[in-house]
């Protein structure tokens, strides 16, 4: 799995939350700095190419669909953020957010008492 540039992840962003969409749907979601309808769509098909989209024809049009989930790409990416910037450590993940002041005190006990309440097996 590729890594995404910042405007891929955002399309994908969008494409999670709508489900299925056409290059207008899409370009309708995007807020700031909107790119020409040629250039999202020119996107939308890398994405394609990459295996993140897949497409249902209309003619001449293309609605675009996620074929991968935000779960599996957040996962795959969390993973390596944490090899790559934290020495593959979850401590010293946690340790940097709650230096930053990212964590609270009550966040890490909530974290804290997931870890020691055994989850259910589903």
């Known amino acids: 799995m590729q890594k995404l540039t ?28 909107q790119p020409h309808y040629n ?18 024809a209309f003619g001449n049009t293309h609605q675009y669909h996620p074929v991968i989930t935000l779960e599996t790409y957040s996962k795959k ?4 953020a944490i090899d790559n910037y934290f020495n593959s450590s979850y401590k010293n993940m946690v340790s940097f957010f709650a230096k930053e002041e990212k964590i609270s005190a009550a966040e890490l006990r909530e974290i804290l008492a997931m870890i020691e309440t055994p989850q259910e097996v589903q």
């Open 6 to 33: 910042n405007k891929e992840e955002e399309i994908m962003h969008i494409l999670w939350k709508l489900k299925k969409a056409f290059v207008k749907e899409i370009q309708a979601e995007i807020i700031e700095d």
């Open 39 to 56: 250039t999202l769509s020119t996107i939308v098909r890398n994405l394609e190419e990459k295996g993140f989209v897949g497409h249902v």
């Open 77 to 80: 990416y969390m993973n390596t």
